[in-house]
């Protein structure tokens, strides 16, 4: 395995979507599950590492929102932002795993504390990224977000995921 | 951005599905698209690096059809042959991009012609390991794949994608 010395800060995975739609709360006895969706724009998987602090979150949030993944009618590859689309941000710690014989582990992810408060700030920032752009506002596309620790449960439409991995 | 020295020579990433289904032959003038698809188990996004060889691929196979990320009923983990599960593997040559301004480059990645024939030997030793294993010939499991090359257009239901990735 490549392995060893070349842990990140942190990991992004972006996908694409025409649709998607996640679990925020699962059904319980008395109530229906709750669910958020957002039409076209971007999927972000996102865990954190060991190490990482609030100071890493302006220039991910950035690179993130700005790298031009996503696609025109016209097949131009531009930023989620000039898009414009929504964007769904999924916490995803599994993210962080390596593998150990036939398990993964999750050793060099951040503690739960950290984790929580450094994926509320990554949300935070990216709604407040989405909302001060004319664009976007104009467009009236959203920032949805999964419940940090729950289970994410999720359905996806793409016209192709176009799968990156942005590492911080 | 974490970058330098870490370059594997390839990169799986592995989600959980309940259900997917991969186009596989865009629709044309006289033929609606084709696709495949496959119920629960186990979708396998493959991109190979400059410098990968077939000698990689027993090992590779070997690990992420052993390795036990698949949910059980009863909610343990167990390998998608144990589950036992189905297979839809997809290249996704997207995966090998690094991030270089506000765009992705690929430079890393293994060439067309031989990125072509790691996927294709790599699908079809997934085939025999699932063939060779009797409780996934008794289920009736399949492994589906996407057609190197093509735009990747792919729906997923899951329970939670539960996203790993394992570098080789």
């Known amino acids: 395995m490549a392995d060893g010395g070349c842990t990140p800060l942190a990991r992004a995975l972006l996908q694409q979507c ?14 229906a599950a709750q669910w958020v969706e957002i039409q076209r724009g971007l999927v972000i998987y996102v865990c954190f590492f060991k190490g990482a602090d609030k100071e890493l979150l302006p220039k991910m949030v950035n690179t993130l929102l700005n790298v031009k993944l996503s696609e025109t009618e016209n097949g131009k590859r531009v930023s989620v932002l000039d898009l414009p689309g929504s ?3 999924i916490p995803q710690a599994t993210l962080g795993g390596r593998i150990k014989g036939r398990n993964m582990q999750y050793h060099s992810n951040s503690g739960k504390e950290e984790g929580l408060e450094l994926y509320s700030q990554f949300v935070s920032l990216c709604e407040k990224e989405l909302a001060a752009n004319s664009k976007c506002a104009e467009a009236g596309v959203v920032v949805e977000h999964g419940t940090y620790g729950n289970r994410q449960v999720l359905k996806m439409d793409t016209n192709g995921p176009y799968t990156h991995l942005i590492e911080f």
Chains 1, 2 share one sequence.
């Not at 025409?18 to 109530?31: F, G, I, S, T």
């Open 18 to 31: 025409l649709h998607a739609r996640l679990q925020v709360r699962p059904a319980e006895q008395d109530a």
């Open 87 to 89: 964007v769904l941000i």
